[in-house]
């Protein structure tokens, strides 16, 4: 077979994926992958996937099927990881010399003439459409590989970070550096030119008006500025966290490497700022940095005197602006619940938004009975669990919604008593 016919067989093989997955392909998307991939450089990663996109996702649904099906299909071999990849089953590697050799009638600089160009162009479609004739009979042997390959990802997705073993926590990791972690951003007070922004900017309309003379006179506009929010990260790596703490902590590292304004904080018995031991370009140095520096790790939890910790020393510091707090816990608590209510109550009217996350809420089955969870909830914005790959995606798309409206709150009223009257 030669090289022109295997690239129609992997992308023909490629689309089959992708429409078990659920995505609308044609014949016509399968000749335009075909026909992109001569103009650019498939040994890039990144530009070669971009491509898949541009001609196989119609819709924003779409994205997130494609990306999980293009990274299951195209997955790199390890000695290749960093810049080439390949398809399961197949021996040819595209960009392997970093050539774009893809077609056999000729050599790469060859000029090639209109009448070559359009009979290269008819034999490539009457290839894909040959490929698609045999797509609705039988299945080729390499597809089966396609789909359990792609039903494992789809497996990992699903499955609780407690039951992971060793080799899916390191797939696990590779897909938390992949997610797209960006936050809803605030207006600020400043301002910056726009063409079409709503305030009048004097200063630059008189500079313009000096060079012409005054005549004509343009109008320069300003619009209000934006910014993304800060994030403020709070992780229970207590006792009871144990099964769910390391991978989190992999999480939150993950998210402070993809934010700019992020603020870490772990707690079991006390509170630990780790914002800089996470700043490490090895995760697994800033694993060990944290496990060093956090005495408390899988011990007691004090939720309410960490809280109040933080409330009375790093409040007034990171919670500036807007900023949205994510508390990871399974509400698991030791301490004064009375004491774990009114420190929520205080650190919601001083965040934008308070979202907790429970890696026991994934099942069906949790109720939020114990003591710390009862005296958290009324404080809550939103309350979402973290114990799969999916429920991560879910986290990262929420983080990007959130607007500029602050959500409903309806915090509990305080107690009225009346003054006793005074003694003679």
Request: proline letters at 4%.
């Amino acid at each position: 077979m030669s090289r022109s016919n295997e690239i129609v067989n992997r992308a023909v093989r490629f689309g089959r994926t992708l429409r078990r997955a659920g995505v609308n392909v044609t014949s016509g998307q399968v000749m335009d992958f075909v026909q992109s991939v001569e103009h650019i450089d498939i040994g890039n990663r990144d530009i070669f996937r971009e491509a898949g996109r541009a001609c196989f996702v119609t819709t924003r649904d779409e994205l997130p099927v494609f990306d999980r099906v293009f990274e299951s299909f195209w997955r790199a071999k390890p000695e290749y990881a960093n810049d080439q990849f390949t398809d399961p089953g197949d021996d040819m590697q595209p960009g392997m010399d970093g050539e774009a050799d893809l077609d056999s009638e000729g050599e790469e600089g060859d000029e090639i003439s209109p009448e070559q160009g359009t009979q290269q162009t008819k034999t490539r479609t009457e290839l894909v459409e040959s490929q698609e004739l045999e797509a609705e009979g039988e299945e080729e042997e390499g597809d089966a590989d396609d789909v359990l390959s792609f039903s494992a990802a789809e497996v990992l997705r699903e499955k609780d970070f407690a039951d992971l073993s060793e080799e899916e926590m390191q797939q696990t990791r590779r897909f938390m550096e992949k997610l797209e972690w960006r936050i809803g951003r605030r207006r600020s007070r400043r301002r910056v030119s726009a063409r079409k922004g709503r305030f009048w900017d004097p200063r630059k309309t008189m500079r313009k008006s000096l060079q012409t003379g005054g005549i004509p006179m343009q109008i320069s506009r300003r619009k209000t500025k934006t910014k993304p929010r800060q994030l403020v990260v709070i992780c229970d790596v207590s006792g009871s966290m144990d099964r769910y703490s390391r991978i989190l902590l992999q999480f939150v590292y993950a998210i402070e490497q993809g934010m700019a304004n992020v603020e870490s904080f772990v707690f079991g018995t006390r509170l630990t700022r780790v914002t800089r031991l996470l700043r490490n370009r090895s995760i697994d140095s800033a694993m060990e940095r944290v496990a060093e520096q956090v005495h408390d790790w899988s011990g007691g939890t004090r939720i309410g005197q960490s809280l109040q910790k933080f409330n009375t020393t790093w409040a007034r510091r990171v919670l500036r602006n807007g900023a949205v707090v994510l508390v990871i816990s399974d509400g698991w608590d030791r301490g004064d619940p009375e004491l774990l209510g009114q420190e929520m109550s205080r650190l919601q009217r001083s965040s934008y938004r308070m979202i907790w996350l429970n890696p026991l809420l994934g099942s069906p089955r949790y109720e939020p009975l114990t003591r710390g969870m009862q005296a958290a909830i009324p404080y809550i914005d939103d309350f979402m669990p973290v114990h799969n790959l999916a429920s991560l995606e879910a986290l990262a798309e929420h983080l990007g919604n959130i607007d500029d409206h602050r959500p409903v709150r309806r915090q509990q009223p305080l107690e009225f008593t009346e003054p006793k009257p005074r003694v003679a």
